[in-house]
């Protein structure tokens, strides 16, 4: 039997205000437990919640970036629900009229074809506190500092057919509230994670079968695994003559399996009705305009200006936009560079991104800096070294040899190319000498045997001889 899958995500992405969605309490990460929740986030007797303008503006962005629709009014809700970490017994968030609806994004697949994601809604709520588990001895602390919290939930239609689609929509968005400096983006810190309601179904048909959703997923890593973890459980369960309960259940990291948490509730279930003490939000067409206004270059179009601009593969561009960082670490380096943006993308996307994932490291936090790599690649044009020594002042700038400078790393370990023909010469001469059966070979039609040589001249010469240089000459000596 060939199966169907079927995926939707739930995205929460945390927005990044300084005070909370209905108080002034901060939202910074990190402080003690407790500390930061005032008695409008406890839900205390006579307090009143008061709506942040600045959430309200950044999903309003967020919808103008997905080609959504933004409501001209938008209402908050009740939702209730009974859970230690959620002191008032009910979360304020959005139903039945979100402030963003009926948007899509364009994802590619693994095979480069482009497919269309649709965004059913995207809706303002407050975050629940968290629950603690470790080190209470079987008891659960509660902190309730990111209770308030402002977040959009950012809900797809199921129009995923894998859990790599999965990863490259929820990668998309991610890229897009960075973009926007509407979310840091910070998935161990919780403030960019999401919830995957996956089933499956037999090729062909149109009902959808029998949905469980996949809680807290905090990496992308992750959601892959408890996806593809899910869809064999389901498919084992099925064809094994069970069926699949609607539920919620968590992804144990360590285990590699999901386990049930509870059954999964209805919009009914969480009884929602309009909190009456919220006005229904309303924008108006000066406002939007002001808001689209300041919207920055969004990853799409930074992608086609740098085909454009920089006369760049589509690949290329696809990598170098994928997150505003990287892209920003490009541009800097090609305006600090001689060398042409394909040579400097080449490197950004090589050298630099592999010792960066080697040391689990961001762009940010690179210790080689734009104007430091853009010294190294005017050096290879310049032919002051060759592109293999490059590589060795890499890995000398990376360890901070020389302040990371590569000029005075190159001056101290002596490696300029040699471009002197009266010294690379005798190199040849010597190689010739020591090889007469090879050098017979090439003269009997073995021309293969002239990468030999010239990689026998290349390592004598220690790798300085200019390699233009080494076959010109070579050439010459070896007919």
Not at 130 to 149: C, M, Q, V, W, Y
Not at 405 to 430: C, F, H, R, W
Request: aromatic share 8%; net charge negative; glycine share 6%.
């Amino acid at each position: 039997m060939t199966w169907e899958v079927v995926i939707g995500l739930e995205i929460h992405a945390q927005l990044a205000t300084k005070s909370k969605i209905f108080s002034g309490a901060s939202t910074a990460y990190g402080a003690e437990p407790n500390t930061q929740a005032c008695a409008v986030d406890l839900g205390l007797p006579g307090v009143l919640p008061v709506l942040n303008e600045e959430a309200v503006k950044m999903a309003i962005k967020f919808g103008l970036a997905v080609n959504a629709q933004i409501a001209d009014r938008s209402v908050f809700a009740r939702k209730n629900y009974f859970y230690p970490d959620l002191p008032k017994g009910y979360q304020i968030s959005q139903y039945e009229l979100p402030v963003v609806k009926e948007g899509h994004i364009e994802i590619k697949t693994e095979d480069g074809i482009e497919k269309t994601i649709r965004i059913t809604r995207a809706h303002l709520e407050e975050d629940a506190g968290k629950s603690l588990h470790e080190d209470f001895h079987g008891l659960t602390g509660i902190d309730l500092n990111r209770a308030g919290t402002p977040l959009i939930e950012i809900v797809s239609e199921p129009d995923m057919r894998s859990a790599k689609e999965a990863v490259a929509y929820m990668k998309k968005i991610h890229s897009i509230v960075r973009y926007l400096d509407i979310c840091d983006g910070n998935m161990q810190e919780g403030s960019f994670r999401c919830d995957a309601n996956v089933s499956i179904r037999q090729k062909g048909a149109e009902k959808y079968g029998t949905r469980t959703e996949l809680k807290n997923l905090n990496s992308f890593r992750f959601i892959e695994k408890a996806i593809n973890y899910e869809v064999e459980r389901q498919i084992d369960l099925i064809e094994g003559g069970g069926q699949v309960v609607q539920e919620t259940r968590l992804y144990d990291p360590d285990k590699n399996e999901t386990r049930s948490m509870r059954s999964k509730e209805e919009a009914n279930d969480y009884r929602y009705f309009p909190d009456p003490d919220l006005l229904p939000v309303v924008v108006d067409k000066a406002f939007l305009e002001d808001l689209k206004a300041t919207l920055p270059e969004l990853p799409e179009e930074k992608k086609q200006r740098f085909i454009i601009q920089y006369s760049l593969p589509a690949y290329d561009a696809d990598i170098l936009t994928s997150s505003r960082d990287l892209a920003d670490y490009f541009e800097e380096t090609v305006q600090a560079s001689n060398a042409d943006a394909k040579m400097c993308a080449n490197w950004i996307m090589g050298e630099l991104s592999a010792v960066l994932n080697k040391n689990n490291l961001e762009i940010t936090q690179s210790p080689v800096s734009p104007a430091h790599l853009a010294v190294l690649l005017n050096r290879i044009t310049d032919n002051t070294i060759s592109g293999k020594i490059a590589k060795q002042v890499f890995e000398a700038m990376w360890a901070g040899d020389c302040g990371g400078d590569a000029d005075k790393i190159i001056e101290t370990q002596g490696l300029k190319q040699v471009t002197d023909s009266g010294a690379i010469e005798p190199i040849i001469d010597a190689v010739i000498v020591a090889n007469p059966k090879e050098l017979a070979d090439y003269r009997a039609g073995k021309e293969k045997l002239f990468a030999f040589f010239v990689g026998q001249v290349m390592k004598a010469s220690k790798g300085k001889a200019n390699p233009a240089q080494v076959n010109e000459l070579l050439k010459k000596k070896l007919s």
